[in-house]
């Protein structure tokens, strides 16, 4: 049972940067970002090629790929969702379907269909009493909690995130008290595109790199996100815990490779019973 706790709790981190990404892009822009699985698969493949194709260490090739894919990020609201900012939810939803197309397909045509890894050494896993850690989990969890240390810092202490959750609360009243849109979705992407870009490496350094990682991830990520809210982005990460150890714990009474269907269940039940997410408000609309 120990050891599947501790596997769940990996597998909530590897799902709580993204469901993060996208639920902080919600909040801003209310569009759920359906490329964010793409997202994952392109800032994964720009960290291998720092790593294997240029040699730098793994966590100077993750710092360079996660600032290049912030930049591609804005890049890509720019030219694809900038110019429908002012159409519904739905088109932008629409919109991010063929980004995610898109990046998927140039993924493959540039580095084809093989999986890859990166350039890590092998080590052994450490072993406290009857649960076993290797250093992939270890790297995990140091990563993904400096990182939410880091988001809560910036949400609670700077003037960026207090912009942030102005424009997320009422965007004309933040118009009114001089704070640019502009400028707060562009902080948006990039900090969401780092995320993102952080959890691709962690992904593929959990499994491996290879084109389709980015739509596994896809349904969890949404679940996740829903879960705990998703106009909350802080709750997405209590979300996607929840789920990453309801997962495990599934296999104590299914084969593991039909934990889907606990996501699935989930996702069904939320949408259901409580849409607006177990740490989110109800929706309101005049």
């Given at each position: 049972?120990?050891?599947?706790?501790?596997?769940?709790?990996?597998?909530?981190?590897l799902l709580a940067l993204p469901a993060l990404a996208l639920s902080l892009t919600f909040s801003v822009?209310?569009?759920?970002?359906?490329?964010?699985?793409?997202?994952l698969t392109c800032g994964a493949y720009l960290v291998y090629v720092g790593n294997v194709v240029l040699g730098l260490p793994l966590?100077?090739?993750?710092?360079?790929?996660?600032?290049?894919?912030?930049?591609?990020?804005?890049?890509?609201?720019?030219?694809?969702?900038?110019?429908?900012?002012?159409?519904?939810?739905?088109t932008l939803l629409v919109a991010s379907m063929g980004v995610a197309i898109a990046l998927e397909n140039a993924i493959r045509f540039l580095a084809g269909s093989s999986p890859r890894a990166y350039d890590v050494a092998v080590a052994r896993p450490l072993r406290l009493g009857g649960i076993r850690l290797n250093h992939e989990q270890l790297t995990i969890l140091a990563t993904v909690v400096v990182a939410l240390a880091a988001v809560w810092v910036i949400f609670r202490f700077t003037r960026l995130g207090r912009?942030?959750?102005?424009?997320?609360?009422?965007?004309?009243?933040?118009?009114?008290?001089?704070?640019?849109?502009?400028?707060?979705?562009?902080?948006?992407?990039?900090?969401?595109?780092?995320?993102?870009?952080i959890a691709g490496v962690l992904v593929g350094l959990d499994a491996n790199i290879e084109p389709q990682m980015g739509w596994t991830y896809l349904l969890p990520v949404f679940t996740a996100a829903i879960l705990g809210g998703i106009a909350n982005p802080m709750a997405a990460v209590a979300g996607a815990l929840t789920l990453g150890i309801a997962e495990e714990l599934a296999t104590l009474v299914m084969p593991v490779h039909y934990r889907m269907i606990v996501t699935f269940l989930v996702m069904a039940g939320l949408l259901l019973l409580r849409p607006w997410g177990l740490f989110g408000t109800r929706w309101i609309t005049k």
């Open positions: 049972m120990g050891q599947l706790l501790v596997n769940g709790i990996v597998t909530g981190l822009l209310r569009f759920a970002n359906y490329a964010i699985g793409s997202y966590w100077l090739a993750a710092g360079g790929g996660a600032v290049l894919f912030s930049v591609l990020a804005v890049a890509i609201d720019w030219l694809a969702y900038r110019p429908l900012r002012s159409r519904s939810g739905v912009m942030m959750r102005a424009v997320a609360d009422n965007p004309d009243l933040a118009a009114v008290r001089g704070i640019t849109r502009a400028r707060v979705v562009a902080a948006v992407w990039v900090l969401s595109g780092i995320l993102v870009a």
